[in-house]
């Protein structure tokens, strides 16, 4: 079953998704956020277009577990996705995401300069990852 993540951000969301048999994730694309609403139909289109079971939305919780400003962003976006699909949806702890995905930047020996884009596919990509891991481990 292929399965489908989001890095939920202010401005971009990243998308990611495994391959079939559920072991590898790959970036898929970026969204230019818009509002939660077309974000969410979004996401469930590319869902839906990539064949998916699962969604799995990114939430960043505090050093101690705890929710935070963010975290009640992915919360509501999760929220909206179940109002656009019928496919189940699932938060997923995506702390130092994008520190991964900057230090995967830099062991692929990409430029300093390169390296400044935005990281949000990347990002979706290591929350994704780190799920598929944890369900093969389980």
């Known amino acids: 079953m292929r399965i489908l993540a989001v890095d939920p951000g202010e401005k971009r969301l990243g998308l990611a998704v495994s391959d079939p048999s559920g072991l590898v994730a790959n970036p898929l694309m970026v969204i230019q956020h818009t509002s939660r609403a077309l974000d969410a139909a979004q996401i469930a289109r590319a869902a839906e277009e990539q064949g998916a079971g699962l969604i799995v939305v990114g939430q960043a919780l505090d050093s101690d577990g705890q929710h935070t400003p963010a975290s009640r962003r992915s919360a ?3 929220a909206a996705i179940r109002t656009q699909t019928d ?3 699932i ?3 995506e702390s130092h995401s994008t520190q991964a ?3 995967a930047r830099r062991a692929m020996g990409v430029s300093r300069r390169q390296r ?6 990347l990002a ?3 929350i994704l990852q ?7 481990n389980a």
């Open 87 to 89: 496919l189940p949806v």
């Open 116 to 121: 400044a884009g935005h990281l949000d596919e």
């Open 124 to 126: 979706a990509t290591f």
């Open 101 to 103: 995905a900057q230090h």
């Open 130 to 136: 780190t799920y598929l891991d944890s369900q093969t």
């Open 91 to 93: 938060l997923w702890d």
């Open 76 to 78: 509501r976006l999760a």
